[in-house]
C-alpha cells in the first residue's frame, strides 16, 4: 500500500486505545502532547515519553497534530516573537525526536466549527454537521457579536430568528457549546463574554493582514523546519469561509498557491483534507492533488455532503460530495511519481478523518468525530479503494 495508514489518537486517556489502533490495521500515530498549554515549549523529555509509549504497543509516531499556534501569533500580538520562538523550538525539539511531520493550522480562534455534534442520519448513525441557519442564530441572536447583522441578508436573518424561537432553553445551550468546541483547549467552559473577547482580538485584522501574519510566521519557522528535518503541513479552514467576522486565507486552491508561494521550501507544505477543501464548492479536489501533490506531506481523507445553502455534514468516507476514487487515484500517482524521481519520503500518511458515531459507540464519551468504529469503517474502506486502484493502475 502506498499511503501510510494512520489514526488520530488523544493520548493515554483517549477512549479508543492503542491496541484499538493496531486492531484496526494503522500503523502510524498522529498525536500531539495535548496537556502542554499553548505557549510552551515541547520538551525532548516529554515527547520522547509519549513516542516511548506508542512504539511499546507496535506503533510509529509518524506525523504531530497538532503543534498549536499561539493567537498572540495569528494577530500579530506584541508577544509574537517571543511565542514564534517556542513554536521553533518545538520543532526543532521534535525533529530530534525522529517526528517528521507537524500538522498546524492558521485559523482564528476555532481550530474548526461545527453546529451539531450528534447530526442523525437516515441509517440511524450520528454525523458532525454545520447548518448555515443555526449558525446565523448563534453569531446574530445568542452571542449578539456586534456588528453580525451586516453580514448576513434579511431572508438569513428572519430563518435565524424562526430557528432560534423553536429551540427549548437546552437546544440554545447545545448549540452554543457545540460551536464553541472548536475553541483550542475547549475543555474549559467559555462563557459568551470570553468568547467574544478572543473575536475583538481581530477587529483590526482583514484577510490581506491575516496572510501578512501567516507569511511571516513561515518566513521565521520554515528555516528551523529544513535544519530539523521536518515537514510542516499546514491545515486548511475548516470550514472554508470567514466566520463571526474573522478572516480566513487557508479555503481554496489559490490560498494554497499563496501560502506556498510565501516560502519555497520542501518543508513548507499542506495537510490535504478532503473535507475541509470539499465544503467549498469552488474546490477541484483531484485536480488539487495533481497540481500541489508534492507540496501535500499528510492527507486527512474524509467527505463532506453539501447543501445548496453552505450548510453540510460529514457524509460516509465513499459518498458525499467528494469524488473519493479520483481523489485516491491522484494520490497514487503522485506517489508513483515521487518514487520514479527517487523521493525517499514518497509515502504519504494518511488518516481516515472523522466518523460517523455507530453501533457501541453511540453509548461511549468520545471525542466529536473520533469514535473508533466510524473511522474503523473509513480506514476499510479508503484500504479497500487504494487497493483496487493500484491494482487496476498496474494492469
Not at 464553541?180 to 493582514?209: H, M, T
Not at 503541513?233 to 474573522?246: E, F, M, S, T, V
Not at 497540481?291 to 481523507?301: A, E, Y
Not at 504519504?348 to 458515531?357: E, V
Amino acid at each position: 500500500m502506498s499511503m501510510q495508514q494512520s489514526w488520530r489518537w488523544y493520548g493515554p486517556n483517549d477512549s479508543v486505545s492503542l491496541s484499538d489502533i493496531r486492531q484496526a490495521g494503522a500503523k502510524g500515530i498522529v498525536n500531539a502532547l495535548h496537556e502542554i498549554p499553548v505557549g510552551q515549549v515541547w520538551t525532548v523529555e516529554a515527547i520522547q515519553e509519549r513516542k516511548k509509549i506508542i512504539e511499546d504497543a507496535g506503533l510509529v509516531w509518524n506525523v504531530v497534530e497538532s503543534v498549536p499556534v499561539a493567537e498572540e501569533i495569528k494577530s500579530a500580538g506584541p508577544r509574537r516573537d517571543k511565542y514564534i520562538e517556542v513554536f521553533q523550538q518545538c520543532i526543532s525539539n521534535l525533529g530530534q525526536c525522529g517526528i517528521p511531520t507537524i500538522c498546524y493550522n492558521f485559523m482564528p480562534v476555532l481550530d474548526w466549527t461545527r453546529t451539531n455534534l450528534e447530526f442523525l442520519i437516515e441509517d440511524g448513525s450520528t454525523a458532525l454537521r454545520f447548518d448555515t441557519t443555526a449558525f446565523a442564530a448563534f453569531d446574530l441572536l445568542i452571542l449578539k457579536r456586534p456588528g453580525a447583522e451586516k453580514e448576513y441578508d434579511q431572508e438569513t436573518q428572519e430563518k435565524a430568528k424562526s430557528y432560534l424561537s423553536k429551540l427549548s432553553d437546552q437546544e440554545k445551550l447545545t448549540l452554543q457549546q457545540s460551536i464553541i468546541a472548536g475553541l483550542p483547549g475547549s475543555d474549559k467552559n467559555y462563557s459568551l463574554e470570553e468568547f467574544q473577547e478572543q473575536l475583538d482580538l481581530y477587529k483590526a485584522i482583514d484577510e490581506g493582514k491575516l496572510r501578512e501574519n501567516l507569511a511571516y510566521f513561515l518566513k521565521k519557522i520554515i528555516p528551523v523546519a529544513e535544519e530539523s528535518g521536518v515537514k510542516m503541513a499546514i491545515h486548511p479552514d475548516d470550514p472554508p469561509r470567514p466566520l463571526l467576522g474573522l478572516p480566513r486565507v487557508v479555503s481554496t486552491e489559490a490560498d494554497a498557491v499563496s501560502l506556498l508561494e510565501a516560502v519555497d521550501s520542501a518543508a513548507n507544505g499542506l495537510t490535504f483534507c478532503t473535507g475541509s477543501y470539499g465544503a467549498h464548492p469552488g474546490n477541484d479536489l483531484a485536480g488539487m492533488v495533481e497540481r500541489l501533490g508534492d507540496k501535500i506531506h499528510f492527507l486527512h481523507l474524509r467527505s463532506v455532503q453539501r447543501e445548496p445553502d453552505g450548510s453540510f455534514y460529514e457524509a460516509n468516507h465513499l459518498e458525499g460530495s467528494a469524488n473519493m476514487y479520483q481523489v485516491v487515484k491522484a494520490v497514487v500517482k503522485e506517489i508513483r511519481k515521487r518514487q520514479a524521481n527517487g523521493r525517499l519520503d514518497y509515502q504519504i500518511p494518511m488518516r481516515p478523518d472523522h466518523g460517523h458515531k455507530m453501533l457501541d459507540d453511540q453509548h461511549k464519551k468520545t471525542n466529536p468525530g473520533y469514535t473508533a468504529i466510524g473511522r474503523l469503517r473509513g480506514l476499510a474502506e479508503l484500504r479497500g479503494l487504494e487497493m483496487g486502484i493500484s491494482y487496476t493502475l498496474q494492469q
